[in-house]
Each structure stands twice: as structure tokens, then as C-alpha cells.
DNA sequence: CAATAGCGTACAAAATAAGTTCTATATTAA
DNA sequence: TTAATATAGAACTTATTTTGTACGCTATTG
């Protein structure tokens, strides 16, 4: 239940492996070399975050992506919603929708609410967490990040 | 992204409506015609959440399902969990398992932290908030929830 | 003993997700 | 200017999961 699907797993590690070498420019080939990763595959990762904002991107020789933002800026939920879509636990739980389900259901309103106090609860976990080697909780990490590097200052 | 399935919704309409008459058996049958869902779906998703001792189940004339606790010691995350499968946020973030997909990657450790958070902030969120008629928000939920009624006392 | 209602399993159809392929466009360097 | 490289974008196929249904079995009631 609430499974993320394979490509996110795939969009971390590629994002933490991008993270070690914050200037220059990371090609889909290098990544996909250094990860052992279909080549598509990671490429079509990267499209996705490129398109929300995650990435810069560079054509030709010498192209690539990187980094939009240190990766203390960057959420989980942001990365999340780049590669499967808006956040949210039902279709009926976006915010202006009402229930398009073949059944009608007075629920949207309730599971509105789960999907924020999920989207809260993890809203404050970065990139910058993943880059750790062993987490020790989410306290711990939590205690040591400075609250200038929050991602999603909204 | 983190959808929740049409069969847990249907789970949550199911639960709701037996809560309106905790003390006599709801049919399959019955259930199906107030509910406006199919018979087949209807028994199947009670079975999934009998087998997780969310009901007590008679069989026979006039038997049926009711409601093993009250609604407030039902947790949102138990009836997920009953129709949807353990709550885990990949299969490598189990408690005891680790990475078994193709691509190795050490992550796990991390996704399980994640799912930790998820599951915390949901898990005092019980049925009883989804027979509210209009929510508005969670902390007037919790406010209005005595601790005696919090689901899930581990 | 007949009618009812859950139990368990198995199966088919539908919807999603994963992975691939192809053409076009931009950038660089020789 | 041209060849090589690398992303952009879309379409497509395949695999997996979810959804919905069916059926024979068992327990309970009157
Ligand atoms: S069917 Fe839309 S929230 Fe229940
Ligand atoms: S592949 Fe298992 S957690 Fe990344």
C-alpha cells in the first residue's frame, strides 16, 4: 500500500549519484553506465524531473543535466509528483474536484484531509536525506538540518 | 501518486454505513442495495477486512457482518492495510526485508524512515473522522477525539 | 432439510506502469 | 560547415497489478 513506483526508486539514485558532483553536467549514458540502468530508462527519469523544474538541462557535446537546486531544497514530494504525478490519495481528493467515480461518495472532503496530513508529514524530507549513507530516523536528520535549507519554503 | 484503491474506498462507504447500526449484522446483500455497489465486490471487500478482525462475521439466516470495535479504535491504516496490503512504501522498506529487485540499491534503509513518517501520521486517524458528515481539517478531528478512543494503543 | 449467508479459491477483463523506439532539435568542436 | 553528441518529445509494446466475477463448500437458522 502507497507503493512508489520503480522509476522514483530509480529518480533517487540518480538524483543522490547527480548530487556528488553538484557543478558538472551528468549525461543520461553516464548515469545509466554508473548505476547499471537501462539507458531509456534513465533517460525518461530525467525528462520527467527536467519537466517539473528539478534539473537544468544541456543539449550537445558536453550536455547533460544537473542540480536545479542544492539538494537540501529539493522535497521528496516534489520528486515524487515529477515522476508519478500530483500528490494525492483519490482522484476525488484533488482540491477542486468532486467525485468523478462511476459510484458517488460523499468521502472526497475526508480523503482530502489524509492527503494533506500525509503531504505535510513528509514534506520536510530532501534530497539531502537520501544522500545520507545510514539514516538514523528522520528525528535525528530533522534535529540536523538547518531550517534556511527546508525545501518548500511556501 | 500514493492513490488509494477503489476498493478501499469502497471499504471506507462499507464501514461507515455499518457504523450507523453497530449493534445488528449488515449482509453483503444488504449492504450492496443501500450502498449501490456490486454484490460480488461488496462480499469481497468485507471478507478482506473480516480477515483482519476489523469485523465479526455470522453466517447463516439473518447473519452477516458487524463492526468488531467502535468506529474510534478503528484506525484509517489498519483498514488499508486489510484491503491493500501491508503499508509500505516499496517492497525493499518491509521491516525485514532488503533489496530484492533486479537494480540493487541502497535505499531501503531510507524509504523505510519515509514510511515510518506516513504511517505515524495517519495512524490516529479512525474511522470515526470518516463518519464526520463535513471535516474541516484534522486538528479539529483530533481536538474533538478523546485519547481513551485513539486507535491503534501500541 | 431447505433456505440463507459467509468462506475460499480461481479466473477473466480492465487499467496502470514499465520499458523501448524513433524522429527532431540544439550544442559543441574539429 | 559539418559530424558527433545529447536532450526533447511522442508513440508504442509489453508486463504487472487491480478490479470485478463466478462457483462450489460450509455453517446457521427455523
Ligand atoms: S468515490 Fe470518490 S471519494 Fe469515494
Ligand atoms: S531498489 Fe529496493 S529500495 Fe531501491
Known amino acids: 500500500m502507497f507503493k512508489i513506483g520503480m522509476l522514483t526508486d530509480y529518480g ?13 553536467w551528468s549525461s543520461a549514458a553516464e548515469l545509466s553506465a554508473s548505476l547499471n540502468l537501462p539507458k531509456p530508462t534513465v533517460a525518461k527519469v530525467l525528462k520527467l524531473m527536467n519537466h517539473h523544474g528539478l534539473l537544468d538541462s544541456h543539449r550537445g557535446k558536453q550536455g547533460g543535466y544537473r542540480l536545479s537546486r542544492s539538494p537540501g531544497r529539493i522535497s521528496i514530494t516534489e520528486i515524487l509528483e515529477a515522476i508519478e504525478g500530483p500528490l494525492h490519495v483519490t482522484d476525488c481528493a ?8 462511476i459510484i458517488q461518495c460523499d468521502l472526497p472532503a475526508h480523503w482530502r484531509v489524509v492527503n494533506e496530513v500525509i503531504h505535510s508529514a513528509i514534506k520536510e524530507i530532501s534530497l539531502d536525506f537520501f544522500c545520507q549513507s545510514k ?15 527546508t525545501p518548500n519554503p511556501s
Open 12 to 24: 533517487i539514485l540518480i538524483l543522490t549519484h547527480m548530487a556528488k558532483n553538484p557543478q558538472g
Open 94 to 101: 484533488l482540491p477542486h474536484a468532486s467525485c468523478q467515480r
Open 135 to 149: 539514516p538514523c530516523g528522520l528525528v535525528g536528520y530533522l534535529a540536523r538540518t538547518s531550517p534556511s535549507s
